[in-house]
C-alpha cells in the first residue's frame, strides 16, 4: 500500500504553482518540442530550428520565453550559444510524456 504524503497547505500552494508554471510552458507544442529536443543534451539555435523546421526568430523568441521561466539555460562556445534543460524535474516529466505519446503502443 502507498504511503500517505503529508504535506502543508503552504508547501502545496507552492509546489502547485511551480508545476502550473511547468504544464503552461508545456501547453504549446513549440516549446514542447524545443524542451524534448534538449532532453539528450544541448543544441545549438540552428540545431533547433532544423528540428522545428521554424525560424530562428521564432525559436529564439521560444528559447527567451524558456529560460524566463528557468527551464532552459545558455552558455556560450566561442561564437555559438548553446541551450540545456536549466531545471532536473523536467527531464522526468517529458520522459514520461514521450512513453505515453510517442512510443509505439504493444500489439495487442
Partial sequence: MAET?????????????QAAGL??????PARLRLLCALVPGERS????????GASQSYVSGQLARL???GLVSASR???VIRYQLADPRVT???ERLYEVFCEAPPNT
Avoid: Q
Avoid at 504524503?5 to 504553482?17: G, H, Q, R, T
Avoid at 504544464?23 to 504549446?28: G, T, V
Avoid at 539555435?45 to 522545428?52: A, C, H, K, P, Q
Fill in 23 to 28: 504544464l503552461k510552458a508545456l501547453s504549446n
Fill in 45 to 52: 539555435v540552428g540545431e533547433l530550428e532544423e528540428i522545428l
Fill in 92 to 94: 522526468p516529466v517529458l
Fill in 67 to 69: 529560460r524566463g521561466e
Fill in 77 to 79: 562556445h566561442g561564437r
Fill in 5 to 17: 504524503l503529508v504535506i502543508s497547505n503552504d508547501a502545496m500552494a507552492a509546489a502547485s504553482e
